[in-house]
């Protein structure tokens, strides 16, 4: 699995909407684009995940360069509850491959 | 509910005791996994199952072994337990084949061996 780059902390204001990068400069053709976030003492939850375009669900909006070198987690009027690690992990098509998670974004989100 | 749910969720162990980690999920997934967690590692892979007694080897097996007697339940086993082996352990679930996106993970096993 190709390796993927995140700023290691961001701070953001309840209410903003919150960007975080992500750098995949390697990715391959085959290779999903996966965000998930893990909070202390507790697994790790899916956000979304893409390929080519753009994404969006209940959670987040998923912005993916048309390169797809670079893609950007975009988190609309954050909470208190979105204060977490979000992690980035590229993911091959192949049925059983695994999740490779690296050290991720811990965003911290002030009242 | 869909629910990935991890027994027990601390653990203290003596070296060289034996230990059992329990896992079950209620949706019916085919696919499960054990990951372990250290500081400054990320999540490592331990086993893959992809249904009743069909495991494979993930990334770092040694010392491990994995039981899949029913589609509903996956364990993990330490015969043996050392202490490089505390850690916090994750169980977690999918579907398989193109809807195998989304892994549902359970809240952890905190495991300590003195």
């Known amino acids: 699995d190709a390796k993927t780059t995140q700023p290691d902390s961001m701070e953001s204001t309840e209410g903003e909407t919150v960007h975080l990068p992500c750098s995949h400069a390697?990715?391959?053709?085959?290779?999903?684009i996966y965000w998930y976030r893990q909070v202390p003492l507790q697994g790790p939850e899916y956000v979304t995940h893409g390929l080519q375009q753009n994404t969006t669900n209940s959670m987040a909006f998923l912005a993916i360069a048309s390169d797809r070198k670079s893609s950007t987690l975009i988190l609309p009027h954050v909470s208190l509850r979105d204060a977490a690690v979000y992690h980035c992990i590229l993911r091959a098509s192949s049925s059983f491959s695994k999740l490779v998670f690296g050290q991720g974004t811990s965003l911290s989100v002030v009242p | 509910d869909m629910k990935v749910t991890q027994m027990p969720r601390y653990l203290i162990k003596r070296m060289g005791e034996n230990v059992l980690l329990e896992c079950g999920q209620d949706m019916s997934h085919e696919t499960m996994y054990w990951y372990r967690q250290d500081p400054g590692l990320g999540l490592q892979l331990i086993y893959i199952?992809?249904?009743?007694?069909?495991?494979s080897e993930g990334d770092i097996p040694k010392g491990y072994r994995v039981s899949r007697k029913k589609r509903e339940h996956f364990s993990l086993i330490l015969d043996s337990a050392k202490t490089n082996q505390t850690s916090v352990y994750f169980c977690a679930s999918s579907l398989s084949g193109p809807f195998s996106y989304e892994q549902y993970f359970g809240p952890g096993t905190r495991l300590t061996v003195l």
């Open positions: 390697t990715i391959s053709g085959n290779e999903y």
């Open positions: 199952s992809y249904d009743v007694d069909s495991n």
